[in-house]
């Protein structure tokens, strides 16, 4: 064994399983269609797992929703358990539906584009990032409405040890990144047209009550500001938040996760492993179609083997049907603890259980 290997990090993730982890926030993300939402729901059964004395909680953020499919089990905005996994619950938010509540509940200029408010309502929602944020912001507040800490007389609430994101597309998660800043600069602009033409504004909207409008807008992006804020200096904190990486052994999926990984680390964010799936391990096939994409698998895999030598590197493989429901998952996901080995585990990629 040569000292490269002797620095090389073990290829699966049971630096995030073990009970000693101070870890809050997991995010699980990547290119779209490369099993993100397995990769996720994986991860966080083998946490639940590990640590059936502790209580976790597996949240999509993705529009197109997946965990309901993935478990067989229907989920929503409110938390719910996993059936047959009770230390483990699942949410899915939609960022946009929040953001549409959100208006209609403080009636932000509705229908009415002559109205000042309004425009800045629509600049408001534009703001690259929003979505993300606010989805966040739903997040720590069901978090927070849980937590048993906040009401001990409610015996039903729940303290998360750790919270698990099955992040949208690589774009929305680096939105969120660049926020605050993004949020200065704006609430800034609004401050300095608010002071110039504040007056104005008030006669426009109606005399006081829309300067009262006003001011609630400015108050509420404030407040996403401040909130946004110290969720990212958590999200920069290694001890308590890390992004796992999920990728193909293809062109396009390595180059995205490159990039990825560069915008991370531009953000101070921790991250050291990268989940990659759909391998074939086709050594010994008589498929010659099988025989021929296993080569260019490994083509790229040994790219990443160079590039990423001190990171976790997990291969996961192929399987023969879909990777659905409990049982299943739970086959799956023992390679992110124990490494995939072709010839001892192979029978695993025919044994899973199909779903209707």
Same mark, same amino acid.
């Given at each position: 064994?040569?000292?490269?290997?002797?620095?090389?990090?073990?290829? &699966?993730?049971?630096?995030?399983?073990?009970?000693? /982890?101070?870890?809050?926030?997991?995010?699980?993300?990547?290119?779209?269609?490369?099993?993100?939402?397995?990769?996720? =729901?994986?991860?966080?059964?083998?946490?639940?797992?590990? %640590?059936?004395?502790?209580?976790?909680?597996?949240?999509? !953020?993705?529009?197109?929703?997946?965990?309901?499919?993935?478990?067989?089990?229907?989920?929503?905005?409110?938390?719910?358990?996993?059936?047959?996994?009770?230390?483990?619950?699942?949410?899915?938010?939609?960022?946009?539906?929040?953001?549409?509540?959100?208006?209609?509940?403080?009636?932000?200029?509705?229908?009415?584009?002559?109205?000042?408010?309004?425009?800045? %309502?629509?600049?408001?929602? /534009?703001?690259?990032?929003?979505?993300?944020?606010?989805?966040?912001?739903?997040?720590?507040?069901?978090?927070?409405?849980?937590?048993? &800490?906040?009401? *001990?007389?409610?015996?039903?609430?729940?303290?998360?040890?750790?919270?698990?994101?099955?992040?949208?597309?690589?774009?929305?998660?680096?939105?969120?990144?660049?926020? *605050?800043?993004?949020?200065?600069?704006?609430?800034?602009?609004?401050?300095?047209? /608010?002071?110039?033409?504040?007056?104005?504004?008030?006669?426009?909207?109606?005399?006081?009550?829309?300067?009262?409008?006003?001011?609630?807008?400015?108050?509420?992006?404030? #407040?996403?500001?401040?909130?946004?804020?110290?969720? %990212? $200096?958590?999200?920069? #904190?290694?001890?308590?938040? !890390?992004?796992?990486?999920? =990728?193909?052994?293809?062109?396009?999926?390595?180059?995205?996760?490159?990039?990825?990984?560069?915008?991370?680390?531009?953000?101070?964010?921790?991250?050291? /492993?990268?989940?990659?799936?759909?391998?074939?391990?086709?050594?010994?096939? #008589?498929?010659?179609? =099988?025989?021929?994409?296993?080569?260019?698998?490994?083509?790229?895999?040994?790219?990443?083997?160079?590039?990423?030598?001190?990171?976790?590197?997990?291969?996961?493989?192929?399987?023969?049907?879909?990777?659905?429901?409990?049982?299943?998952?739970?086959?799956?996901?023992?390679?992110?603890?124990?490494?995939?080995?072709?010839? $001892? #585990?192979?029978?695993?990629?025919?044994?899973?259980?199909?779903?209707?």
């Amino acid at each position: 064994m040569s000292e490269l290997d002797d620095l090389s990090l073990d290829p &699966n993730l049971q630096h995030i399983f073990d009970k000693e /982890s101070t870890l809050k926030w997991i995010f699980v993300g990547g290119k779209g269609g490369v099993g993100k939402t397995t990769s996720s =729901c994986s991860v966080a059964i083998r946490l639940a797992m590990a %640590n059936p004395d502790k209580q976790y909680l597996l949240i999509s !953020t993705d529009p197109a929703h997946n965990l309901s499919d993935a478990f067989g089990q229907k989920f929503d905005k409110d938390a719910r358990p996993v059936e047959g996994l009770k230390n483990l619950s699942c949410m899915e938010i939609d960022p946009s539906a929040f953001m549409e509540e959100m208006k209609s509940q403080n009636n932000f200029g509705e229908n009415d584009a002559s109205n000042p408010l309004s425009i800045m %309502n629509d600049m408001t929602s /534009s703001i690259p990032g929003i979505d993300e944020a606010l989805s966040f912001m739903e997040v720590m507040k069901h978090i927070k409405s849980q937590n048993a &800490n906040d009401n *001990p007389e409610n015996a039903n609430k729940v303290d998360y040890q750790t919270i698990i994101f099955d992040t949208a597309p690589t774009g929305h998660t680096l939105r969120f990144l660049q926020l *605050p800043s993004t949020l200065e600069v704006l609430l800034s602009k609004f401050s300095e047209i /608010s002071g110039k033409f504040g007056p104005l504004l008030n006669n426009l909207m109606g005399g006081a009550g829309g300067g009262d409008k006003q001011q609630d807008m400015l108050s509420k992006l404030q #407040d996403i500001q401040v909130t946004v804020g110290e969720i %990212n $200096k958590q999200f920069q #904190d290694p001890d308590l938040t !890390t992004f796992v990486c999920v =990728c193909i052994s293809e062109f396009l999926s390595l180059y995205e996760t490159e990039r990825l990984i560069q915008e991370l680390m531009s953000y101070n964010m921790d991250v050291n /492993s990268i989940i990659v799936n759909q391998l074939l391990f086709s050594d010994e096939a #008589d498929c010659k179609r =099988c025989a021929s994409r296993w080569k260019m698998q490994k083509k790229y895999l040994n790219e990443m083997n160079d590039l990423y030598e001190d990171f976790h590197l997990i291969k996961m493989p192929l399987l023969g049907n879909e990777i659905r429901g409990l049982n299943n998952l739970v086959k799956f996901s023992q390679f992110l603890v124990n490494a995939y080995d072709p010839k $001892k #585990d192979n029978h695993i990629i025919f044994e899973l259980e199909t779903k209707d």
